[in-house]
């Protein structure tokens, strides 16, 4: 339960950041994998179980939708989530098709990896919202230099 904590307030402070400085693509992003999320603990709160079959749907979901997104904002950030979302369903092939209950150090390596790179998403849109704050400023401190001085020669 106290990574299944950790998770949601990083969920909720990349969401936050994607929502007050991200671009569209970012909160779109966000915002599905973020759905994505609420609606998979949602569930294993509400059953008492970890729904493989809903978690496998919704990484689907997330892949697609990110695919597209990647294809309409010609975001290379969303084409590296969209992968990192393939390595997930690769997760779940290797779950569905071997034992479940495979453990490394006393860890669900299924689990484990999934967590992992979950992380390693949210590090993604930080990042996307990261350089999309560099590119404003860039083209803000470009529009500064191009504006005239409005003042008389020297």
């Not at 909160?27 to 970890?50: D, F, H, M, Q």
């Not at 453990?103 to 484990?112: E, H, I, K």
């Amino acid at each position: 339960m106290v990574i299944t904590l950790i998770g949601l307030a990083l969920l909720a402070a990349v969401f936050a950041l994607a929502m007050w400085k991200g671009d569209v693509a970012a909160r779109l992003g966000a915002a599905a994998y973020a759905g994505a999320w609420l609606l998979t603990i949602g569930v294993e709160l509400y059953t008492n179980s970890i729904p493989f079959a809903l978690i496998l749907s919704l990484d689907t979901f997330v892949a697609t939708a990110f695919l597209v997104l990647a294809i309409r904002y010609n975001s290379l950030w969303l084409g590296a989530g969209m992968m990192l979302q393939g390595v997930q369903l690769g997760m779940h092939a290797m779950y569905f098709t071997s034992t479940p209950d495979t453990t490394f150090m006393g860890f669900n390596l299924f689990a484990l990896v999934l967590n992992l790179i979950s992380l390693v998403i949210l590090i993604t849109i930080a990042g996307a919202v990261g350089g999309t704050l560099y590119k404003r400023a860039r083209h803000r401190r470009l529009q500064e230099r191009r504006a005239p001085t409005g003042g008389l020669p020297a």
